[in-house]
């Protein structure tokens, strides 16, 4: 399998990404839902340009250096999710907009307002917000109605930040296996949202944009009443994580990682993919990645550069040196950013190659 190319290599199946941008921009369209797809995925600016090119509003980017990368070719309506924090933060959010950028900005924070405000005072423009809200990941954003109600007037105080509605991310959804509780959950998460949608309105703060993250909720999206908009991220190839909380299936991941058996030992072999290539996220069902077409087969422990591949039913397993093997990750995101370039194939044809140009972008 593709003996002309060295591995570990990251292999993206066209047909199926070009098929999951298509169902879900369709989806979102037929709710009457906006896209902005979470860039975070890929980290390529080729893949955000064919997403905004089906429809998508913009698209979100976590850090300022995928923001970075994703205005130097061209793409200025973006969504920053990760809260703004300090004076070397503000001084590349300020130069990005003199650049060009159109930020949509999540706060949770007087502090991260107070950033926004002096930003957008100082470049003279109005600085779109929205506020975070924590919806049961525990990660960041505000869970009492009565503090994103204050949040929201004290944005509205201000001159140079502009309150445009709520955003969330439910990471925390699909994680329990049985589809019955990922529909609770996104259920519970629309409620959340809806209540302090009403609490706004009361307030004569009504939220424009509702934003909800995450490609099991945006698989889901009929359940969401309150939604103006969709953030889903790995829905353009999906993974171990997607296809566990039934919001895809096998046949919709898109990437692999193709890996060539390096050693044989009795009760295991090992490919060249490690922690570097798959990353190191496990999943409920435990394993680092699915093999393709080998289900008898997992992946059993990871150290950086080796993949520790043994039989389900602990058996002496049959691989041979050299053969290659096709590892779905578990979580996508994480893998991809480990790497610079995919290719594009269809079946064993290489049809050209994407960079991962914002990869290891983290500040
Ligand atoms: C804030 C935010 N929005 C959207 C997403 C996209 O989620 P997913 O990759 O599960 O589709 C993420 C993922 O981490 C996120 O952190």
Known sequence: MFEWLDTPQVLIEKAVMDRNLKAMQDRATALGK?????????????????????GADGIMVAKLDEASVMLSQGIVEQSVGYPMIGPIKAARLAELMLRGLRPR??????????????????LGRAIEVLIEVNTGLNRAGLSQPPLVVAMAERIARQSHVHFKGLTCFGGHIGKQGSLDATIAEIEAEDAMLRSLAGDLNRAHLPPEVVSQGGSIVAHFAEHLRVATELRPGTYIFNDMATVQAHAAQLADCAATILSTVVSIQREWAVVDAGSKSLSTDGTREGGFG???GRPDLRVLRLSEEHGIVARVDGGPVSLAIGERLRIIPNHICTAINLHRMALLVRDEDVLGSVAISAAGGVH
Do not use: C, M
């Open 105 to 122: 900005v999540s706060v949770d924070s007087p502090e991260g307002i107070s950033l926004l405000q002096a930003i957008g005072s100082k």
């Open 34 to 54: 906006r896209l902005r797809p979470h860039s975070k995925t890929h980290k390529s600016p080729e893949l955000a340009r064919q997403q905004l090119a089906l």
């Open 290 to 292: 699915h093999i393709l």
